[in-house]
Structure formats: structure tokens, C-alpha cells
């Protein structure tokens, strides 16, 4: 996960943050899920759900393997397991240059919410962040 995170994200997690991650159980807040053929990881995703608030933290799919559905069935297993645990609402925040994973979430349902002016660093200097937001109970709904 550190390695796919890194070959592909502009700000990766640390190994450490990864760590703590796997080391949680399927009823902590934060959790992760991964796809996988055989040994070989295709992607993962991370949430957390807190009361009836869901948040994707993290989420990441290998190169190789893009646009062949996978990020969208990571998204799909995340918030089916919020539904689960009664969330209602799933938030998260992406950078507003990248416009593959926007669009990933807009397919999903997810809508704007708001943005963070300056919020991420780059190497030309800061980018916004886009807040997206998905109500679970609707998007449970149409996928039945
Ligand atoms: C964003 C990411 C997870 C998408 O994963 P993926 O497995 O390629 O996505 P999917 O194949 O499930 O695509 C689902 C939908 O997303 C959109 N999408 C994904 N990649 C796209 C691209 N390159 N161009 C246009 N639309 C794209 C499409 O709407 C697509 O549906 P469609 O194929 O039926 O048109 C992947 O590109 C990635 O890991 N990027 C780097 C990390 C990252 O940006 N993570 C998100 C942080 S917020």
C-alpha cells in the first residue's frame, strides 16, 4: 500500500500512517479494503465512519489496472460497509487538478460540497481542495 500510495499519490501517507490502518479492525473508525489478484495489489481504500458520518481518507489504484472499474468498486465496498454501520452521509476531499478521481466520485453520485481555498501543497506552489459529498441511503437505492 506505501508503494502503490507513492507511485501514485502527490502527497502519500507515511509507512507509519499506513500501519495504523491495517492494524485496525473491521469495527475501528478508520479502516482500509483492498483488490487484489493472487499477490499482487490492484488497489485499496481507506475510510473512517464516525457516528453517521463516513469519510473517504484515502484511496488509490494501481496504474496498470486504471479505468478498468476497480477504483469505482473500492468506492462501492466502502460505502456499502457505511451503510452497514448506519452512516448516512460520506464526505471526502480531492485536489481540484485531479480530475480522474472527480470524476470517479461524480459517476458515483458524490456532488460538490465546498472547497478549501490553498488547502494542498504542489510543486508550483498550493492547490484547493474540493469537498464532495454523497448521501449513502440514495446511492444504496439506485445500485439495488
Ligand atoms: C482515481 C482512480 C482511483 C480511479 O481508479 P480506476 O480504477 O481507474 O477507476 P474506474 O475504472 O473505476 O473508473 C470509474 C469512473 O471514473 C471515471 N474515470 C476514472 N478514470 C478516468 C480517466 N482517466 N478519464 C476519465 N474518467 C475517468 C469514469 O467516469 C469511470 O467510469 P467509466 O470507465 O465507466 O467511464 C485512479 O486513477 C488512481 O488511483 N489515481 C491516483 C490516486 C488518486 O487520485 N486517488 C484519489 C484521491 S482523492
Redesign the pocket.
Known sequence: MVALDTA??MNPWSPERHRAVCAAGVCDSESALVAHADASLM?FIVMSCIADEGE?R??????A???????????FAALSRMAARGVNRCY????AS????Q?????VGFQLSGERRDYYATPEGREDALLMALNIQDYIRREQ
Do not use: F, H, K, M
Open positions: 501514485v499519490s488497489g473517504i484515502n484511496l488509490a489504484v494501481a496504474p489496472r486504471w479505468r478498468r472499474g476497480i477504483g469505482r468498486s473500492l468506492v471526502l476531499e480531492v485536489r485531479n480530475w480522474r478521481a470524476n470517479l466520485y461524480t459517476a
